[in-house]
């Protein structure tokens, strides 16, 4: 459409200036037919030449005009053609957008339920802290109270002396500061063999020196930290209490045996007290009083015999130490254990093992137990069967008999034999014997009564 109308413009055009240029022809006919002056006929060839220059000026524009409009109207086709192109992608890019606006919204709500959760979280941390504050003063008052009243009992009470458990304590403290720790390993492994000869008398020996050297450390230290004097005397009180102690528990060692079952149930309470805890939650005090019991009764029931077992585990325990030491040291090119008290620790509860034993603590505390097991077993086997026999000095079998015998000749132990007894002076068997007292003898028979009660007083007395 707007092609045709620029033609139509454009014929238009040509016709006017068609029918002008006639009409100057006309005008020129004319004036050759009729002279004119010559100014009229210069003007108008003036005005045919302006408007012959009109009309290539309008038929420039004309052809301009054409020329833009075609170029006009192609762009404008092209340009639907990008539109119809470009309207899928439009719709997408619409589409699109419309997601990111929900999902925008989305954030939007879920930030906004973030923030009210994040205030509902910081209104319990500071309640949560509120109280906190509150417990920490409370506690701080409770303490203060407690420190309070302790130092009034301070000011009331006596001031709390040593016992026995801190003298032990200062002992392996000195037994850790020795330079020489293989001798003591040594030691201990030397004791340890020794206890398979009569577990009993090691048991003995060992528990009432360890109970006689705390008190004597203990009331040593007591001395030093009281008295001003020359230390020479806190070196004196300690052993004359470590003297006394050991003999009253040699005289009564049949209650101090009571007193080491009872401290044997609460190491082994106190050894297990995490495993307690989790079987018997809240009554892991009642566990320690069963297993105080337990080893009160345990040695008080078996007598020697509970004895020997225990003096036998002790004895197997200082030499799976010092077997321990040995093969730790030589794992470790000499490094560790750096003292034998910590060794025994480490094998007996395994707390610190690693840092005792280095890489190889499970090898070192398996080799121990088995040690340990061995000559527990070893220890008990002698006692309770003799069995092996060690060889004695047949010079002091005598003094392994009885010195009273019974009336049916008491059979000497087994691995003794009595001296040889000449026949013509035979020895009687019993004091009450009837060989003793002639019949005849006045008041023979009062003084038989007498002398058999006496025999069998000293007997029973004797009795092991």
Same mark, same amino acid.
């Given at each position: 459409l707007p092609i045709s109308q620029a033609s139509l413009r454009l014929e238009a055009m040509a016709r006017c200036q068609l029918l002008l240029l006639l009409a100057a022809l006309r005008a020129a006919c004319s004036a050759e037919a009729e002279p004119q002056s010559g100014a009229d006929l210069t003007k108008l060839r003036e005005q045919i030449k302006e408007e012959h220059?009109?009309?290539?000026?309008?038929?420039?524009?004309?052809?301009?005009?054409?020329r833009n409009q075609t170029q006009q109207v192609a762009e404008l086709h092209s340009a639907e053609e990008a539109l119809k192109e470009s309207k899928p992608r439009t719709e997408a890019a619409a589409h699109t957008t419309l997601e990111a606006q929900r999902q925008v919204k989305d954030l939007q709500a879920k930030l906004a339920a973030t923030k009210?959760? $994040?205030?509902?979280?910081?209104?319990?941390?500071?309640?949560?802290?509120?109280?906190t504050e509150a417990s920490q003063t409370a506690a701080e008052e409770a303490e203060y109270k407690a420190e309070a009243e302790h130092g009034k009992a301070e000011a009331v009470l006596p001031e709390r002396t040593p016992v026995i458990v801190d003298g032990l304590h200062l002992v392996t403290e000195w037994l850790r500061s020795l330079p020489c720790q293989i001798l003591v390993a040594a030691?201990? @492994?030397?004791?340890?063999?020794?206890?398979?000869?009569?577990?009993?008398?090691?048991?003995?020996?060992?528990?009432?020196?360890?109970?006689?050297? @705390?008190?004597?450390?203990a009331a040593a230290a007591q001395w030093a930290a009281t008295s001003s004097e020359n230390q020479l005397f806190s070196l004196v009180w300690g052993a004359e209490v470590a003297l006394v102690t050991a003999t009253a528990a040699v005289i009564g060692y049949a209650g101090f045996q009571l007193f080491i079952g009872a401290a $044997?149930? $609460?190491?082994?309470?106190?050894?297990?007290?995490?495993?307690?805890?989790?079987?018997?939650?809240?009554?892991?005090?009642?566990?320690?009083?069963? $297993?105080?019991?337990t080893g009160a009764l345990a040695t008080g029931l078996g007598g020697k015999h509970a004895g020997a077992v225990l003096g036998a585990a002790a004895g197997g325990l200082m030499l799976a130490s010092c077997a321990a030491f040995a093969l730790a040291r030589i794992l470790s090119a000499g490094e560790l254990p750096p003292n034998w008290v910590d060794c025994v620790g480490a094998i007996v509860s395994g707390s610190k093992a690693h840092e005792t034993f280095g890489e190889a603590a499970l090898l070192v505390r398996c080799t121990g137990f088995a040690v340990w097991a061995v000559a527990t077993a070893i220890g008990c086997v002698r006692w309770f069967t003799g069995w092996?026999?060690?060889?004695?000095?047949?010079?002091?079998?005598s003094l392994r008999l009885p010195l009273l015998a019974e009336e049916?000749?008491?059979?000497?132990?087994?691995?003794?034999?009595?001296?040889?007894?000449?026949?013509?002076?035979?020895?009687?068997?019993?004091?009450?014997s009837s060989k003793i007292l002639p019949k005849g003898l006045p008041g023979a028979a009062a003084l038989k009564s007498k002398l058999e009660k006496a025999v069998k007083s000293a007997t029973s007395a004797l009795d092991p």
């Open positions: 220059r009109r009309t290539e000026i309008a038929d420039f524009v004309a052809e301009s005009a054409l009210q959760q $994040l205030a509902e979280v910081q209104a319990k941390q500071s309640a949560a802290n509120a109280a030691a201990a @492994g030397i004791l340890g063999i020794a206890s398979t000869h009569d577990s009993h008398f090691f048991l003995q020996v060992i528990s009432i020196g360890i109970v006689a050297l @705390g008190a004597g450390v $044997l149930g $609460l190491a082994v309470a106190h050894l297990s007290a995490e495993w307690a805890e989790t079987w018997c939650q809240g009554q892991v005090s009642l566990w320690y009083l069963g $297993l105080f019991a092996p026999k060690l060889k004695t000095n047949p010079a002091d079998a049916n000749n008491v059979v000497p132990a087994a691995d003794t034999q009595p001296a040889p007894v000449q026949k013509e002076a035979p020895r009687p068997t019993s004091p009450s």
